[in-house]
């Protein structure tokens, strides 16, 4: 089990709502099905889904602001400022389940973020069979999944079956936005991490 992202074979999520739609990636694209009650099947009813490179939603719980890092703080705050690269006036839009809220991004475009906070430095999204696949059915819509401070969530060698990550999912243009708000500016929660490391080495 303890793979990278990158092994994956497929992934897929279900959304329950006004109508059942099933996500689905083989790793070659990406499609969406809407089940048919009456007949008991999914019908291909969104074939070759493609993200949009920038948009306009950004989906974080703002409840967190205070416990966000720093890089997440300025970019939200560049995003409400309007001095996001984008050029695109910013959509507040979060309903708090993973699967509603990434699909919309995935539809419409943006960035879904659940960042690491001061009480969990590693977020609450778990790596293997949460972050992953989202992630995969992003890059396969054409858009980007990264940790922020740790570079493409695919690439993350897991650890432990159970393992969180900081999770940011869109449009390639918006987490790329994000990933250099990261490199230019101090993430104190990841040097938290790494002395932590340098510790337990020394032990």
């Known amino acids: 089990f303890l793979q990278k992202g990158n092994e994956m074979v497929a ?7 006004a ?8 790793g070659s ?7 048919d009650p009456d007949k ?21 719980n703002e409840a967190n602001y205070r416990d966000f890092s720093s890089p997440v703080k300025r970019y939200l705050d560049a995003l409400k400022e309007g001095s996001s690269v984008t050029g695109l006036r910013p959509n507040a839009r979060y309903v708090g389940a993973l699967v509603a809220d990434v699909h919309n991004i995935l539809i419409n475009g943006g960035i879904y973020g659940y960042p690491a906070t001061r009480t969990n430095t590693n977020g609450k999204l778990r790596l293997l069979y949460e972050s992953c696949p989202m992630a995969m059915i992003m890059e396969q819509a054409g858009g980007a999944g990264s940790t922020g401070s740790h ?13 969180r990550v900081p999770t940011f999912l869109g449009s390639i243009e918006n987490v ?10 101090d993430d104190e929660f990841a040097q938290e991490e790494e002395e932590e490391k340098k510790d337990e080495k020394k032990k």
């Open 40 to 60: 008991g099947i999914f019908l291909q009813t969104h074939p070759d889904i493609r993200i949009p490179s920038a948009g306009p939603i950004y989906s974080f």
């Open 29 to 35: 694209g990406v499609d969406g099905f809407t089940l």
């Open 19 to 26: 109508t059942t739609v099933l996500v689905l990636t083989l």
């Open 11 to 17: 992934a897929g999520y279900v959304l329950y709502s």
């Open 151 to 163: 570079g493409r969530i695919l690439d993350v060698m897991p650890t432990d079956i159970h393992q």
């Open 176 to 185: 790329y936005e994000l990933d250099q708000f990261h490199q230019y500016y």
